[in-house]
């Protein structure tokens, strides 16, 4: 069975993004949440930072959306190629 590329883009886009400024929103309401998770992903994206603004949740959630798209997009595309033509189960 193929994926729909469209359906794992937008899930994957949405789920990283959701978790990233869940864990932002936390921290900014409990200092020190999930700040080690923060930090590492501050390091992949440019202008995020772990410091705990609204502003850099917003950011840092704007940077999630396209980082899991396109990894949900890759994710499927790949699948697929592996997958192949048929779906018959054997």
């Not at 069975?1 to 936390?26: D, E, P, Q, Y």
Request: include cysteine.
């Amino acid at each position: 069975m193929r994926l729909n590329l469209k359906a794992i883009t937008l899930t994957a886009g949405i789920i990283w993004a959701l978790a990233i400024f869940l864990v932002g929103i936390m921290n900014m309401i409990w200092s020190g949440y999930g700040y080690s998770f923060l930090k590492v992903v501050a390091s992949l994206y440019p202008g995020f930072d772990a410091r705990g603004s609204f502003g850099n949740v917003i950011i840092g959630t704007l940077y999630a959306l396209v980082d899991g798209a396109a990894c949900g997009f890759a994710f499927g595309w790949i699948y697929n190629l592996f997958v192949g033509e048929s779906s018959t189960i054997q």
